[in-house]
């Protein structure tokens, strides 16, 4: 049951992954002005270390750690949010936990970067796996997130696995040779078979089972890293479902961002291979439950 | 087996900073300038500081006032917190009770920085620098164990350093033994700070040997722990004022 | 079809993974466990016995010295004064040896361009050999003066024959800026013009009138290990008691805080002898036997002596009013004191003593007296007298009619002539060159005057007047700056030279030796004072036969009991054991009691009644001594008493009294100014680093709105500097204190710029009397 593109579908969806307009140009141009300056500004921070961030005795630990706690907190939104909708079998999941988990991906390798940006020693990470200890929680916290990390790519990738087939299919035929082997490898032979589709399903859903626990255990392990130091304000048991809620909270925040930018592109939903539309009020409704739900017990733990 | 600890008698101590800077000299710590200083990034593995640190309104009026000070080395824990959140074993307590610290291998993450309760962890927010000629004064000595720069000898910048009852005292003082084919006595070693003491303050010794006079003050009324509900069990002992 | 991973699988393939990194890390950390240490060190190495410079203290050291560098001291234990310990200044040492600021070359100023260009010694000697020359010719050599910071050892008597050699008195030293004020109160009773030792070892009771034992003072060191071994280092424990307006930390070691209103010791150390007195504690066969005028006595008519004195005007309830200290802790103080002896009352520091008018020397006198009282002079526990090595007298001068003529002079810093008692006035050398007082040459030993005295600018205008201004600094301080030659001397490291142990009572030398070469092109004084002896030629070159400075030394020392090599291994020779003189034995009256009075009769009495101070003011009557700030007459001028402070500066126009304090970390010498790592740890007791600040009490900053930290303008009669606020809880409100040498404008890129130097307000004048530096007594306003 391979879905078939109108042909403003093909222009809409399959042409700009061939063919670079200026938009898409500006795009890059605009974020690599962004980037650059801050790859200047952290070798700057390679050759004269630490001390050019304003970190001191006794704030050890700055910027690089709020981002991290801040990215990892975002990223349980993705997956952990379109794991709980996959089990509840939502039949307007698939727009949502695309962007979800791609936000997920995309939070945790960022994440994972503040931590080798914040040690004074990079050169040296690789001592992590050589003199690793498991019994420190910065280990735990390196397992957890990476572990994580796979698991959301996985996830996403399983998702992906039709759309890629997609892609094989409707290569033109001026494609390179290697992107149309790439889509054929990753597509893992699909052909939208019933079988396939029950199979990815099943899939998907024990995926979904396993990312639950274990993004619950990257913000309560993280929770816990603050918690096994004796800073003021730090070393509370309530840190860990404090990070918990605070993660969903603002995971969810930026998904609705996320899904109201896309809806008003209409890009989101219209490249959609499943196009279940999705009505902007049901975001609007959730939007408020949650917000409503939530804040209180945030705020609660946090105080 | 051999306890190293140290012992400071506050009523001796007179904060005169003489410890201070016998161990910057000892162990090589830069002098860092004075904008860092003053961000509070300055290197004294050994510190000295009025107590309160931050004296309120709610410790006294004048004239019914008392300041204290006080003096601050490692307090190398028996269940040190640096050593159980160091990701890469680091900083690890040896045998005879010594934390010490493993400058090739840390990674500075700094994460034994935030759960030291004594604040007596530093970290190299650059690279130690010696203006010009003052780059001479610097202690030869250099200690490294299985490869691994463990001594006096500079360390790079981003790794974390501490006090290490100058373990490089330790293990010269063993040569030394060895080197005229003798016993090595508890006695030929102490740490830097202690020789210097103007107040004779400092006493060092085996803790598990009972006729040492570390083991001997350890057993006074007066002797206590910094923050002894930590749970980190610090083992250099105060004998407190009066 | 490639089959999806299955669950199983996927548990499998993981739990193998985690497994083997698991095992992975544990096998590296067993490997770890098994220590396999290493210790690299320098190739050549050597503990050189050497004497520390850095105070007044003069601690032994054992420089280490590796690969012909010297990288780290330690205190020597064979030393009597610090015994194997050392303060932070003595540690930071090598940072003053190889400090990057240090002068590497003579040098000579152009005045009109103020260019400074490198000579060679040769010309330097010949410089300075050529302008004494020709003042000797011109028959007034006493225009060449040598100003002297804290010299001591063989280097002061050294300078003292050379300058006498050329036909110059003025050899001024600058003990009127510290303790020349201790020293007159102990002349004046006791008839020892020196600081007198104390036996804290075995005392049992220690009140201190504000000097700073733990910080500062003359030998810091030495009351450090003896008031450590009272409290904590025999079986029974020592109390101390420190009275101070300020909670210093000393003042808050000790087992009693008194705090006193400023200026008023003198009234607290009185109420304490009217309650020993009146509680018939004072050790009778003592005051009886060995002391003048504790009872009324006749000459020329009734005098009025110590006892009915101290009665009369010095109940506990007056003295209460005085000093702000309630009469009954005066009571308990004074009974503690007379009944727990062994005691001792400590004279205060410059800050007690140095406030202007005759007071500060009354003070001194008035605490000493508490001594005599309890009979705790010479005695076990007590004060002692300190005695000296004996040192081979140099060879007579050669008979010369121009040195002689010179050496008959007034001397030109007044002290003798305008300043009847003193015998430095260092900082008033400034005030006589600006009133025409003519110098042709001056040399400047150790000495940084246009930094360390109060208002010290004005030496700017006085080295104007001056065609020959010589500095000996290592440093390019002040002084220096404005002088004509700058011959830098090598660092205390790199020469010979030598030093009394002081502090404990019996005698020793301490030895600087160079424990490395000389790093630049440097020439110790004493050498440069030879060979410049020698280019003078005639009588000056017959006075100064010796070759080098060391072999100064080694003829000077050839009777202490030590050979030369074996001080020079040792770096330190004495000979221990106090012994304590007699009660009115001859050896009492040789050494302990009376022996350097100049006037009043050598008789072995301690003077409560000061007849040396009467040979100067018991012909004067009232309105003379008013001038000389003394409001009472007749006998109660001779007599110690309280002389309520003559401020500078109008109360309600500046409410505090300005004082400035030592630190234990920068201490008194401009060139420790220039270590970074004191700079660092300078301001420990407040926070601050790198820095000068402004103490103050808290409740006075919350009544001008000030919080800590900020800046405020600080002004006295005298101008006006800003620094930081930093509040001190253990401080009388009506005080503020800034600290001893910073805000220095030269010396090197550490001292350069840090903060401000209170000195520069402080009150510039000279006491009367004494010559005495005059300045606690400034007042001072502080404002946003």
Request: hydrophobic share 40%; with cysteine.
């Amino acid at each position: 049951m391979q879905q078939t593109l109108t042909l403003h579908d093909r222009d809409e969806l399959i042409t700009p992954l061939y063919k670079f307009d200026r938009k898409f140009w500006m795009v890059v141009a605009f974020l690599v002005a962004i980037i650059t300056p801050g790859m200047l500004l952290y070798v700057r921070q390679l050759v004269l270390g630490l001390g050019v961030t304003d970190l001191n005795r006794p704030v050890f630990w700055g910027a690089y750690l709020v981002n991290f706690i801040f990215l990892i907190g975002i990223s349980m939104a993705g997956t952990v949010i379109s794991a709980v909708l996959q089990l509840l079998k939502v039949n307007w999941r698939r727009p949502i936990t695309r962007i979800a988990e791609s936000l997920t991906v995309f939070g945790l390798m960022t994440a994972g970067l503040q931590i080798v940006m914040d040690m004074g020693r990079p050169d040296r990470l690789v001592n992590t796996l050589l003199y690793g200890r498991l019994q420190a929680p910065l280990m735990w916290d390196i397992a957890s997130l990476t572990l994580y990390l796979l698991t959301a790519v996985f996830a996403l990738y399983l998702q992906l696995i039709p759309d890629i087939a997609l892609l094989r299919d409707t290569a033109p035929t001026a494609a390179p040779e290697w992107r149309k082997k790439l889509y054929s490898i990753l597509s893992l032979g699909w052909t939208g078979a019933k079988e396939q589709w029950r199979r990815l399903e099943k899939a998907i859903t024990v995926v979904s089972v396993f990312i639950i626990p274990i993004g619950i255990s990257l913000h309560t392990v993280t929770s816990w890293l603050f918690s096994t130091t004796v800073q003021p304000g730090w070393k509370s048991t309530i840190l860990g479902p404090y990070f918990v809620v605070g993660a969903i909270f603002s995971g969810i925040g930026l998904l609705f961002i996320a899904v109201s930018l896309a809806a008003l592109s209409s890009l989101a939903l219209a490249c959609s291979s499943s196009p279940s539309h999705l009505p902007v009020n049901i975001i609007n409704t959730s939007k408020n439950t949650s917000l409503k739900l939530f804040t209180p017990i945030w705020a609660g733990s946090s105080s | 087996m051999t306890d190293w600890c140290m012992v400071i008698d506050l009523e001796k101590c007179v904060a005169c900073q003489g410890c201070s800077i016998a161990c910057r000299m000892e162990n090589n710590t830069p002098v860092v300038s004075p904008e860092e200083a003053k961000n509070g990034r300055a290197i004294r593995w050994n510190d000295v500081f009025p107590l309160p640190v931050h004296f309120g309104p709610d410790q006294g009026e004048y004239p019914n006032v008392k300041m204290h000070y006080s003096t601050r080395p490692c307090m190398h824990c028996k269940n040190a917190p640096c050593v159980k959140v160091c990701p890469v074993q680091a900083t690890f307590v040896d045998e005879e009770g010594i934390v010490r610290q493993n400058y090739d291998r840390c990674i500075g993450c700094r994460f034994c920085t935030v759960a030291c309760p004594y604040g007596v962890r530093y970290f190299n927010w650059s690279e130690p620098q010696w203006e010009e000629t003052l780059a001479e004064y610097r202690n030869p000595d250099q200690l490294s164990v299985n490869g691994s720069l463990e001594g006096p000898a500079v360390r790079p910048v981003g790794v974390v350093e501490k006090c290490t009852y100058c373990v490089h005292r330790l293990e010269k003082a063993r040569a030394r033994a060895a080197a005229e084919g003798r016993e090595f006595r508890a006695d030929e070693y102490v740490p830097a700070c202690v020789q210097t003491c103007t107040g004779k303050a400092r006493f060092f010794g085996d803790l598990d040997d009972p006729d040492s006079t570390v083991s001997q003050l350890s057993k006074s009324l007066r002797a206590t722990h910094l923050l002894e509900d930590s749970g980190a069990h610090p083992k250099t002992l105060y004998l407190a004022e009066g | 079809m490639t089959k999806p991973l299955s669950r199983r699988d996927f548990l499998k393939v993981g739990g193998v993974a985690a497994g083997s990194a698991a095992a992975l890390g544990a096998l590296k950390n067993v490997m770890s466990a098994k220590a396999d240490a290493v210790i690299k060190t320098a190739a050549e190495e050597k503990v050189v016995a050497s004497t520390c410079h850095l105070c007044s203290a003069g601690c032994g050291i054992l420089v280490r010295v590796a690969d012909g560098k010297a990288v780290k001291l330690e205190g020597n234990p064979m030393h009597p004064v610090n015994q194997g310990a050392l303060c932070p200044k003595g540690q930071a040492a090598p940072e003053l040896l190889y400090n990057p600021d240090r002068l590497t070359s003579p040098m000579k100023r152009d005045r009109a361009t103020g260019q400074l260009t490198q000579i060679q010694w040769a010309e330097a000697i010949q410089l300075t050999a050529d302008k004494l020359n020709a003042l000797r010719e011109a028959g007034h050599p006493e225009q060449a003066v040598l100003m002297h910071g804290d010299t001591r050892g063989q280097m002061r008597s050294f300078l003292t024959r050379f300058m006498e050699a050329v036909g110059s008195p003025n050899v001024v030293s600058h003990e009127s800026l510290n303790i020349a004020a201790a020293k007159l109160g102990m002349y004046l009773t006791q008839g020892i013009y020196g600081l007198p030792a104390y036996d804290l070892e075995n005392a049992n009771y220690v009140i201190s009138f504000g000097a700073n034992l733990l910080e500062a003072g003359p030998n810091p060191q030495r009351t450090i290990s003896g008031y450590t071994f009272l409290r904590r280092g025999r079986a029974t424990r020592g109390k101390v008691v420190v009275v101070d307006p300020r909670q210093s930390i000393t003042a808050s070691k000790a087992d009693e805080w008194i705090p006193i209103i400023p200026g008023t010791d003198a009234a607290l150390a009185l109420g304490m002898a009217n309650v020993i007195i009146k509680s018939g504690l004072v050790d009778a066969d003592f005051v009886k036997n060995y002391c003048f005028g504790f009872d009324n006595f006749a000459s020329d008519g009734e005098r009025k002596g110590f006892r009915d004195f101290v009665l009369e005007n010095y109940d506990p309830i007056r003295v209460e009013q005085m000093t702000g200290i309630p009469s009954t802790t005066i009571a308990r103080l004074a009974g503690e004191f007379a009944g727990n002896g062994p005691a001792i009352a400590i004279m205060p520091g410059k800050g007690g003593l140095l406030n202007g008018g005759f007071s500060g020397v009354y003070t001194a006198m008035a605490v000493h007296m508490l001594n005599a009282l309890v009979g705790s002079i010479e005695s076990t526990g007590g004060v002692m007298t300190q005695r000296y090595m004996p040192c081979v007298d140099y060879p007579r001068l050669p008979s010369d009619s121009v040195a002689a003529k010179g050496m008959k002079t007034i001397r030109i810093d007044g002290a003798g002539s305008k300043f009847p008692l003193g015998r430095n006035s260092y900082q008033s050398v400034a005030d006589q060159i600006l009133e025409g007082a003519s110098v042709e040459a001056l040399f400047l030993y150790d000495a940084n005057p246009a930094f360390e005295t109060p208002g010290g600018k004005r030496f700017a205008d006085a080295f104007k007047k001056v065609p020959f201004v010589v500095s000996f600094s290592s440093f390019m301080d002040e002084s220096a700056e404005l002088a004509d030659l700058i011959l830098p001397e090598p660092t205390f490291l790199e020469r010979w030279g030598d030093d009394h142990i002081e502090g404990l009572g019996y005698p020793g030398i301490s030895l600087y030796q160079p424990v490395i070469e000389p790093l630049y092109d440097t020439m110790n004084t004493g050498d440069f004072f030879l060979k410049v002896a020698e280019a003078m030629g005639g009588t000056v070159a017959k006075a100064f036969a010796w070759k080098s400075y060391e072999e100064v030394l080694q003829f000077r020392l050839k009777d202490i009991g030590a050979d030369w090599e074996l001080l020079k291994e040792l770096g330190v020779w004495f000979n221990p054991g106090y012994r304590f003189a007699k009660r009115g034995s001859q050896h009492w009256i040789e050494n302990v009691v009376g022996a350097e009075r100049l006037n009043a009769p050598r008789d072995g009495y301690f003077d409560l009644y000061s007849r040396e101070l009467n040979c100067f003011l018991g012909e004067m009557k009232k309105d003379e001594l008013a001038k000389l700030g003394i409001s009472q007459s007749g006998d109660g001028a001779i007599l110690p008493h309280y002389e309520p402070t003559v401020f500078q500066g109008d109360e309600a126009q500046y409410p505090f009294m300005l004082n400035i304090i030592t630190l234990m970390s920068l201490g008194p010498r401009s060139d420790a100014a220039n270590m970074p790592s004191l700079q660092e740890i300078s301001g420990m007791t407040v926070r601050e680093t790198w820095d000068s600040w402004l103490e103050m009490n808290p409740e006075s900053a919350r009544k001008l709105g000030l919080v800590e930290n900020d800046r405020v303008k600080i002004e006295s009669p005298f101008g006006a500097i800003s620094s930081k606020v930093k509040l001190v809880a253990g401080l009388h409100p009506d005080v503020v204190n800034m600290p001893l040498n910073q805000g220095h404008t030269a010396v090197g890129r550490y001292a350069k710029g840090r903060g401000v130097n209170g000195l520069e307000i402080l009150n510039p004048a000279s006491e009367p009397l004494t010559g005495l530096a005059a300045c606690t007594n400034t007042r001072a306003n502080v404002s946003k």
